[in-house]
């Protein structure tokens, strides 16, 4: 860590998460004291520089006690497609952090969890890869919307007061066997439009899973060629996190945080089905495009070096199986 700003305490909003959790670990790891705020669920951590709040962000009254005295802030709540509370967790919420940060003369840098969903993805066309110049422009849903909306307040309160924020732009995050999820043909019902296969499945695909089968699909295009895509494994999401915390040079600015590189899925469904033995097959979805993330900056300013490409992703999803 390079934390050339001195802070010794972080808070994290959004801690019971699969990121907050790897977040809280790592830093605790590296002697910092952590406030972890969770909401419903409880966080399976215990060390003595762990101390965990159970607040609502979208009561500010207990986001101002969960902010008091802290030095550093890292925003992570959200929710997905919930028409019922993206709003009030992923908008309202993102806002009583920031004003209450704006007021806690503690703060010395807040960390916003952008998504690469502000930048459209692959539900735009993307011919050059994707860098921070790139306009905000939502793909259809709640989610991509709500972050797109966060990542505007936070850059309103760094022009407007002055607020230190940083924002760490993530494409998909994978963790333990995620990978191997998505890369099943039983991958159905999924958070978010795109991420699974039901509205894709044939006859053909209906009849591989009746029998008790499953492959590998090679997602492809309009024109039956494979997608390329980004996503990033939270090793490397945690590496991120780490070099822009007490980073001077990240104060103000946007990363994108994903992989080493994107990845094609015939390749990795080659070599999944080459490691497990299982067949490949395709499926066609025609309304996405390919895309690729540029880290550059990030390697640049934060010394960003993401390790884990597409077959370093699945050797330790297979590792973990």
């Known amino acids: 860590m390079s934390n050339a700003m001195g802070i010794k305490q972080v808070t994290i909003f959004g801690a019971s998460g699969k990121l907050g959790q790897a977040l809280s670990r790592r830093f605790l790891e590296k002697g910092l004291r952590v406030r972890a705020v969770v909401h419903r669920s409880r966080l399976p951590i215990k060390h003595r520089k762990l101390s965990t709040v159970r607040a609502d962000v979208t009561d500010r009254k207990k986001v101002k006690k969960a902010v008091a005295g802290s030095e550093a802030v890292i925003s992570l709540a959200t929710t997905k497609e919930d028409p019922e509370t993206f709003f009030d967790v992923s908008i309202k919420g993102t806002f009583h952090i920031l004003d209450e940060c704006r007021f806690c003369k503690s703060v010395k840098q807040v960390i916003l969890a952008g998504g690469d969903a502000a930048v459209g993805i692959w539900f ?39 607020l230190p924020t940083t924002i760490l732009r993530m494409s998909w995050i994978f963790e333990g066997t995620d990978i191997l999820n998505h890369l099943s043909l039983r991958n159905l019902n999924p958070a978010e439009k795109g991420h699974g296969w039901d509205d894709y499945l044939t006859a053909a695909h209906k009849k591989i899973l009746a029998r008790g089968e499953n492959r590998i699909p090679i997602l492809i295009d309009r024109n039956r060629q494979p997608y390329t895509r980004h996503i990033v494994h939270i ?45 490949t097959c395709t ?29 370093k992703i699945i050797d330790a999803a297979l590792a973990e199986a």
């Open 124 to 162: 735009y066309p993307h011919p050059k890869p994707i860098n921070e110049s790139h306009p905000l422009m939502a793909y259809p849903g709640y989610y991509a919307f709500s972050k797109v909306i966060e990542e505007e307040m936070s850059d309103q309160y760094y022009i407007q007061y002055g």
């Open 235 to 279: 090793e490397d999401v945690v590496q991120a996190f780490e070099l822009a915390l007490g980073n001077k040079k990240s104060i103000g600015e946007v990363y994108h945080i994903a992989g080493p590189k994107a990845f094609c899925y015939d390749e990795a469904a080659a070599y999944l089905s080459k490691k497990t033995g299982i067949p």
């Open 283 to 311: 499926i066609q979805a025609k309304e996405y495009y390919p895309f690729a993330i540029s880290v550059a900056k990030a390697r640049r300013d934060l010394g960003y070096k993401p390790k884990y490409d597409i077959r």
